[in-house]
């Protein structure tokens, strides 16, 4: 496997225990300023600080996601990444958990040394309980 490829690896794997653990901080320190977030039904989020207003009403709720990596091609200080992705957001009040899965296409960019991620297609959808 090639470094950066690991790396790119790494950098998912961070974002997942991140998330789950609730560390937002960790998780933006993964995406450059400018990232662009496409989402089914609802307007692109853009920018590190959009995503990070988003997660400021997720502190309630717990996040547990799997991310099954289909492919990783680097191309100079550029990469893209599909994955099949997997998530549940639970309700911290005891709520029912909604789960969510799809296809996701993202664009990474190496910058000062670390890849971080530029753009994210998620094509999530509720799954049946």
């Not at 690991?6 to 960790?26: K, N």
């Not at 995503?51 to 990469?79: R, Y």
Request: proline letters at 5%; one cysteine or more.
């Amino acid at each position: 496997m090639h470094d950066d490829e690991a790396a790119i690896r790494q950098v998912i794997t961070t974002w997942l225990q991140a998330s789950a653990s609730g560390d937002t901080d960790t998780v933006l320190s993964l995406m450059t300023d400018d990232v662009v977030f496409l989402r089914p039904g609802t307007p692109p989020m853009l920018g590190r600080a959009a995503f990070a207003a988003a997660q400021s009403s997720m502190g309630k709720f717990t996040i547990a996601a799997n991310a099954d990596i289909q492919e990783i091609k680097v191309l100079g200080d550029w990469a893209y990444c599909w994955n099949k992705l997997t998530v549940t957001i639970s309700p911290g009040d005891g709520g029912s958990p909604v789960t969510q899965s799809g296809n996701v296409l993202s664009i990474f960019r190496k910058s000062e040394g670390a890849w971080r991620l530029s753009r994210d297609a998620n094509m999530l959808t509720k799954t049946p309980q």
